[in-house]
Every structure is written in structure tokens, then in C-alpha cells.
């Protein structure tokens, strides 16, 4: 089952190296792998999306509860939250299929950031699966490239994962 | 009090009261060195290899409790330590490693010896540090010696560059440590512990499997108590003997997959396990899914909460420092009313003897060759016992762990977890400065000892007479073993043509060599050797080639599927 997994480690050279090196050591999935720091500068916040059955899950918390600089690890799959990632695609905008292109976009709350007479660039945002239907709902052979951030996740409501 | 970062390093060893380092210097620490060249407080051991300096320091801690610290060089210092790093670490052993580093601003430029150290060492080490200014050395030093020697132990490294070694800082050394990403859980849930003593308590047919978690966490002696009242049957993992004592009659011997056919089968046939900083790897229960075609409830106390349920699904699961469990647990064992029912113990004690009866580790004792067995029963008689006793891999280190009946805790010196020729020698070393009026023998084989064997000269330089018993049987016997047993007899590149003459080779260093030939000299040798108080002296036992270990699990079978000898092949 896919988890997705927050963690607090300390903004240190190095910290993530250890989370990925353990991933890669260990043969555990990972399907993408987010982190920036937060406002606190000494901490880092970390949204993993792994996948595997409950006891491959518990035993990634734990090794990764293990890690020196991992201050804290939360799987947001036990309680409600909030998935986000963001995808940057340029697609080939010639002609009639321009206005088409447009319209889709609007269709996923898209915008449409930088244009040229041959080209789209479209910023959606969204959990996973809405970045997906939009590239299935356009042309492929439209797309020339896309970028994808991976996951950011949240808890909702009153729930904050903080030191 | 301004210091260089060389000075500091030092420093912080004084106030970890580091009696011992063991290393080998090189340009990126020389400032270090010279730094060590200035005080006397903290002695340095020259090895031959840094492999050594680490295994050395490794078995130093193993043997004293105490933190093993090791120094090494940049680049290829490091790399020759990197096998002793991970041996540390697969054993959970306290220690220290401090590196030398090219200067900072050399860092990424391929520089003279540079490796990236942080880098290569990060998947075998408990943490590193790469200290990048001298003014966060000491706190940092600070942090090492806490990480290493707190909750689960392991190597600690600290990598420092050159000029870091040279900068000047003021120096003070932290009175204590306190970091938010690192807080070792020590008591165990009370709850839970209730939980287990009520589960030992309704048990028919219990089992009590004890690893290195035990001797690491200095809980053998709680152990101990709690067994003998409870009157259950113990059984010792390669890395627990010692926890509970070998000559108790309680003790059903090694388990796994050269454990005695006793211990193997009341594992599989018990029905409430309670482990004790031990970790159910393959080596110790075989296939899992063969484990679990038997129904028993297991307890499972470890500081390592990644340790539980790894491997093994367990039902009362109990994170903690096993000393502190323990001693909770005998405290409710005390207090209780109920008490295990005593004719179903019985039975099982009896079922048991009758697995004992099986009489597993027998072997020829009328061959006119030398059988290994017999050398190693001879040195635990010689030594009375009471011996430290190092070892290398393979079929010797079984057959020490088979026939050596150790009763103390930090008396059996292996690379359990990773398994690592070359470890035996240098072990001994730091075993006998651990303790130097100790008597320390190395049991090894022709082949392991030649993966560290440059140690008999610092064996030389510091007067440290270790006895290594070697058992020469001419080939890499495990590895002969697997061929013959699950490869149809083809030996490849398992037999060692051209040996060196090793009583000549340890007289060359300045010892006494002797070759062993016949069974009915095996004793007297022995007896002379370990009369030889201040000598190290290197016995070549030429024993019988075709001898295998036996009981023998072969890897993926279940554990009570064992071969018992020759006639089952």
C-alpha cells in the first residue's frame, strides 16, 4: 500500500543522504522524495512516498526513527491529510489545438505561465492522481517536458507535527 | 585555555578518560600526532594495518565495556578501516573513530588522498560527523563518545580535516549532551512487562533465547537470577555466550545453525519464547516460514525498537535497556502467586534430556589425526575455563563456540554479525591491553590468520603475549564444507597450496612457534604455551582436513532440519 511519510530532521549536510542511503541500502520503495527547510532553519521538513505491506512500512519508521539527525517521523496515512505536488509541463500549442490546450488547463485549475507562439507552459498543482488525469487528458504527443516536485503532505484539521 | 584542533582531539580523549588509542598515522593527521607525542595520558598502539587499529579497538570495548578508539589517516586510513567499522557496527560495539581529512578547501577536489569518508563510511557507522571548523570540535567529540556508547552501541566517526586539526579555538568540553533528534528509550513499558511475566508464568513448554544484547548491556548477572528461578531452559546466540553460564545445567547450548540439537529443537517446540537482546537473523532461526509452522507466543525485549518484529513477528514486544527489563521483570516473578505449571515443566526438562541424549557434538575420539573438537577442549581445560577467547571465521570459530563452555560475559570475542577473517589477532591485542594480566588465546586457521598475520609484529612491539591456536587444516574449511556438503565435493579454490612455514614465520617476529602433529601432543603443547607467561606463542595444530561442523542447518532449511554428522550426508 502507498504511505505517505512526514519527517522533521535537522537542516544538516548529510541528513539526506542517510534518509536516501537507508532506502537504497535496505531495498525499501520509494516513489518520490520532497524536502526543504522549514521556518524554523535548523529543521528540515521531509514528505516521503514509499510503498510496501504494514510491516515493511513499520520498519522504515523505525529505521528511520533510528537516524541521528531524523527528529521526528509521522505516517500521514494514519489519520487524515492533505496531498499536494506541483508539475510544470511545456506542451506544443500550434493552432486549433492552442484554444483546446487552454481550456483543459482551466479544467484542472491549471495556469498557463509562459507562452510562445509555438509553445504552453502550464503549472497545475494537485495530489498525484489529478496530474496524471491531466497529462492522460491532453495529447501525448503533445507534451515535450514535464516536472514533477513529488508530494508535500500535511495533516488536516488541529493535527501539526512539529518538535 | 586556547588550544589547536589537534590539541582538542587529545584533550577530549583525556576527558573520556580514553586509556588507548589504536592507529596508524598519516599526513592528514599529523598535527594530531604530534599533539598525542606531547602528553602521556592517552597511549597510542602502533598496528601494522588499520584494519587491526579497529579490530583492536573493537575488541578492547568488547572485552572492558569501555569505548574503543581508533585514529586513522585520510583516504586509503580509512578505506583499510572501513572493514573494522562495519564489523563494529554489525555487533553493536561502542566506538570511536577519528579520521584525518584533507583540508577544507581541498574537500571535492580530489585531492592526495582524499576519500570521501563521510560518504563511505555512512552505511556502516551509528552516525558521522564532518567537523568543518574547529570551534565545533570538541562538542562534537562530545557527541561521538555519548551516540556510541548510548541505547543500541556502534561506531562512531568523526572525520577532521587537516587545517581544522591546525586552527586555534578555545577549549571547553561540554559537561553533558543534549540533542533533540537522539533520545535512547532505556525502561521498558510496565504494561508489557506485567504482560510477559504473565505469559512466562502460563507457560508448558518455555524457552529463553539470550544474545550479545545482554552481554552489551551488562545484564548477565540479572539474566542469570531470572532464569534459575524461573527454571527454564537457556540457550545462548554466537554473539550471548557468556550471558548465561555454559556449564549451567539449564544452559541447552548454542542454537541455530551449528547449535546443539537440543537448543534447535526446544526453540521450534516451545510455546512461550522470551528473547533477550537477540534479533532472530538467519544465521540463528533458519527459514522463517519453517520458524513459524509451530505455534508460540514470543516476548521480545531489545533497546532497538527496529530490532522487533524485523524478522519475526512477536506478541509482547518490550523496548528497553535488558538490564532495566530484566530486573523489573524479576521483581513481579518475585511477587507472584501463580508459578509455571510443574509437571508440564517437567515433561518439557524431560522431552529435552531426551533430545541431550542425542549427545550431538560427539565426534572421533579414537582417529590417530587431530581432531579440531579436541584441541578446543583441551585449551578450555588448559586454561581452566577462565581464558579470553578471540576468534576469526569459520569452521574454528564453531567449533570454539561449541566446545568452550564460557560462564562469563566478555570472554568470547567474535565477528558474529559480518563475519570477518582477520578480526581473531588483532582482537586479542586489544583484548590484552584491556587486560594485561588475562590470558587471551586466538583460535584461528591457517587461512584467517593470514588475513591480519602483520599484527605478530605489534604483538612484538608491545609485549602482549597472546596464544593463537591455530587450527591448520590446510584448507578454507567452511567454505570446503559448503562444497562438499551442498556443491558435489568440488572444492574450488578452497584448498591453500603454498602455506608458510608459521613456526618459522612467528620466530621470525620474535616468538616461539610450535607444530603439533599427533592427538597425544596436543595437551602437553597447550600446557607449555600458557606456561610461557610473557611469550606470545604461536601453535600450528595440523589437524584432520575432512572434519566438518556438525550440527549443521543448511542456509534456508528449518531450524530443526539438521545434519548430525558424516552419516546424515
Given at each position: 500500500m502507498r504511505h505517505i511519510l512526514s519527517l522533521l530532521l535537522e537542516n544538516e549536510a548529510g541528513a539526506l543522504s542517510r534518509v536516501a542511503g537507508l532506502f537504497s541500502a535496505r531495498g525499501y520503495n520509494i516513489e518520490s522524495l520532497t524536502v526543504a527547510p522549514t521556518e524554523d532553519p535548523t529543521l528540515s521538513r521531509m514528505t516521503i512516498v514509499t510503498s510496501g505491506s504494514e510491516e515493511v512500512i513499520e520498519q522504515i519508521t523505525k529505521q528511520l526513527n533510528k537516524l541521528i539527525d531524523v527528529v521526528k517521523v509521522f505516517d500521514l496515512n494514519e489519520g487524515n491529510y492533505i496531498e499536494r505536488e506541483l508539475m510544470l509541463v511545456k506542451v506544443r500549442a500550434e493552432g486549433k489545438d492552442r484554444e483546446e490546450l487552454k481550456r483543459t488547463a482551466d479544467i484542472f485549475r491549471g495556469r498557463i505561465i509562459d507562452v510562445t507562439d509555438r509553445t504552453y507552459t502550464i503549472e497545475l498543482t494537485g495530489p498525484r492522481d489529478k496530474l496524471d488525469a491531466f497529462l492522460d487528458a491532453i495529447d501525448r504527443s503533445q507534451i515535450l517536458e514535464t516536472v514533477r516536485t513529488g508530494a508535500s503532505g500535511i495533516g488536516r484539521g488541529e493535527w501539526v507535527l512539529r518538535v | 585555555m586556547r588550544l589547536t584542533g589537534a590539541e582538542i582531539t587529545i584533550q577530549c580523549l583525556q576527558e573520556e578518560g580514553v586509556e588507548f588509542v589504536f592507529g596508524y598515522p598519516g599526513g592528514a593527521v599529523l598535527y594530531i600526532y604530534d599533539a598525542l607525542f606531547n602528553q602521556d595520558k592517552v597511549k597510542h598502539i602502533l598496528v601494522r594495518h588499520e584494519q587491526a587499529a579497529l579490530h583492536a579497538a573493537d575488541a578492547y570495548a568488547r572485552a572492558s565495556g569501555r569505548t574503543g578508539v581508533a585514529l586513522v589517516t585520510s583516504g586509503p586510513g580509512v578505506t583499510n578501516a572501513v572493514t573494522g567499522i562495519a564489523t563494529a557496527y554489525m555487533d553493536s560495539i561502542p566506538m570511536v573513530i577519528i579520521s584525518g581529512q584533507v583540508p577544507t578547501p581541498a574537500i571535492g577536489l580530489d585531492a592526495f588522498q582524499e576519500v570521501d569518508t563521510v560518504g563511505i563510511t555512512r552505511p556502516c557507522v551509528k552516525h558521522n560527523f564532518l567537523v568543518k571548523h574547529v570551534d565545533e570540535l570538541a562538542s562534537t567529540i562530545k557527541k561521538a563518545f555519548y551516540v556510541a556508547a548510548s541505547g543500541r552501541p556502534g561506531p562512531v566517526l568523526v572525520d577532521i580535516p587537516k587545517d581544522v586539526s591546525q586552527h586555534i579555538a578555545e577549549f571547553v568540553y561540554p559537561k553533558s549532551v543534549s540533542m533533540r533528534s537522539y533520545n535512547p528509550v532505556t525502561k521498558g513499558h510496565s504494561g508489557q512487562i506485567k504482560k510477559a511475566v504473565q505469559m512466562l508464568m502460563e507457560a508448558r513448554r518455555p524457552m529463553i533465547y539470550v544474545g550479545g544484547g545482554v552481554i552489551l548491556g551488562n545484564a548477565a548477572e540479572q539474566l542469570t537470577k531470572l532464569v534459575r528461578d524461573l527454571g527454564f531452559p537457556c540457550t545462548n546466540t554466537l554473539m550471548g555466550l557468556g550471558a548465561y553460564p555454559g556449564t549451567d545445567p539449564q544452559f541447552v547450548g548454542m542454537l541455530g545453525m551449528h547449535g546443539t540439537y537440543e537448543a534447535n529443537l526446544a526453540m521450534q517446540h516451545c510455546d512461550v519464547l522470551l528473547a533477550v537482546g537477540a534479533r532472530f537473523d538467519d544465521r540463528v532461526i533458519g527459514n522463517p516460514q519453517h520458524f513459524f509452522s509451530e505455534n508460540r507466543r514470543i516476548i521480545h525485549v531489545d533497546i532497538d525498537p527496529s530490532s522487533i518484529s524485523k524478522r519475526v513477528r512477536v506478541d509482547v514486544p518490550i523496548v528497553g535497556n535488558v538490564a532495566d527489563v530484566l530486573e523489573e521483570m524479576q521483581k513481579l516473578v518475585n511477587a507472584a502467586t501463580a508459578r509455571p505449571d510443574a509437571t508440564a515443566l517437567k515433561d518439557w526438562w524431560k522431552q529435552i534430556g531426551e533430545w541431550r541424549g542425542r549427545d550431538c557434538l560427539r565426534y572421533d575420539r579414537t582417529s590417530n589425526l587431530i581432531k579440531p573438537q579436541y584441541v578446543i577442549e583441551k585449551l578450555y581445560e588448559v586454561t581452566g575455563g577462565d581464558a579470553i577467547v578471540t576468534s576469526d571465521v569459520g569452521q574454528h570459530q564453531m567449533w570454539a563456540a561449541q566446545y568452550y563452555k564460557f560462564d562469563k560475559p566478555r570472554r568470547w570475542l567474535n565477528s558474529g554479525g559480518l563475519g570477518t577473517m582477520g578480526f581473531g589477532l588483532p582482537a586479542a591485542m586489544g583484548a590484552q591491553m584491556a587486560f594485561p594480566e588475562a590470558t587471551v588465546a586466538c583460535v584461528t586457521g591457517e587461512a584467517s590468520i593470514q588475513?591480519?598475520?602483520?599484527e605478530l609484529s605489534t604483538c612484538k612491539q608491545y609485549h602482549l603475549p597472546v596464544k593463537i591456536v591455530n587450527l591448520n587444516n590446510r584448507y578454507l574449511g567452511m567454505v570446503r564444507q559448503w562444497q562438499q556438503i551442498l556443491h558435489g565435493n568440488r572444492y574450488s579454490e578452497s584448498y591453500m597450496d603454498a602455506l608458510p612455514d608459521f613456526v618459522k614465520l612467528a620466530e621470525s617476529y620474535g616468538h616461539v612457534g610450535v607444530r603439533i602433529e599427533n592427538p597425544a601432543d596436543v595437551e602437553p603443547a597447550l600446557r607449555e604455551a600458557f606456561a610461557l607467561k610473557d611469550r606470545v606463542v604461536f601453535m600450528d595444530f595440523m589437524t584432520d582436513q575432512t572434519e566438518n561442523v556438525f550440527p549443521m542447518v543448511k542456509a534456508g532449511q528449518g531450524l530443526t532440519e539438521m545434519l548430525l554428522g558424516a552419516e546424515d550426508l
Open positions: - | 588475513m591480519c598475520i602483520q
